[in-house]
């Protein structure tokens, strides 16, 4: 709640900024209130869910190598091998797994299991607006398992988080887990 009000205010002042007159004589302090709304909004529409759990790119540089890597993974690129740094490789193989794991969503056959599609759609809602606490286009189902004729296990990914949801056929969950199949 709090990152949506900052994403706003930092929009609204960067608006109010654009839209003022052009003033050739800018004071120091409303340059740097544009800056700083820049670079606020920047900073907020960043997705931390992208890095692996104890990785964090070192500085700014670093952090264009891992997003240029990830935006030519996810859209299918050819990896770049004039970037050999762990960096872009890093967002490379991000932005890979995130396109696999953006396409399994399109079938209610996951890993050659029939999940009954009540079951789907109540896991998926209870991960997209339970657990994760996001939109529904960050939220993948990656894998899913069969417990005798009524019991399904659903593994469910946002960014390199992962869920498994024990629900039955009618959609009732049972339980909801951080962990993989």
């Not at 593994?155 to 993989?180: D, M, P, Q, W």
């Amino acid at each position: 709640m709090k990152k949506t009000i900052a994403l706003f205010a930092s929009t609204a002042l960067l608006l109010t900024l654009a839209t003022a007159p052009v003033h050739a004589e800018m004071s120091k302090e409303q340059k740097a209130a544009a800056a700083l709304a820049i670079l606020g909004t920047a900073v907020l529409l960043h997705h931390n869910d992208h890095y692996r759990e104890g990785y964090a790119p070192a500085d700014g540089e670093a952090t264009a190598q891992f997003e240029m890597g990830y935006r030519d993974g996810l859209h299918n690129h050819q990896y770049a091998s004039d970037y050999p740094t762990e960096a872009y490789m890093n967002g490379y193989h991000a932005g890979q797994r995130e396109r696999t794991n953006s396409r399994a969503h399109r079938t209610n056959n996951v890993a050659g299991v029939k999940v009954p599609k009540a079951a789907m759609d109540s896991c998926f809602n209870d991960a997209v607006t339970g657990v994760f606490q996001t939109s529904p286009h960050n939220v993948h189902v990656v894998k899913a398992a069969q417990e005798g004729a009524d019991n399904f296990y659903i593994e469910l990914a946002h960014g390199h988080k992962h869920v498994v949801c024990s629900v039955n056929s009618k959609g009732e969950i049972f339980n909801t887990e951080y962990r993989r199949l």
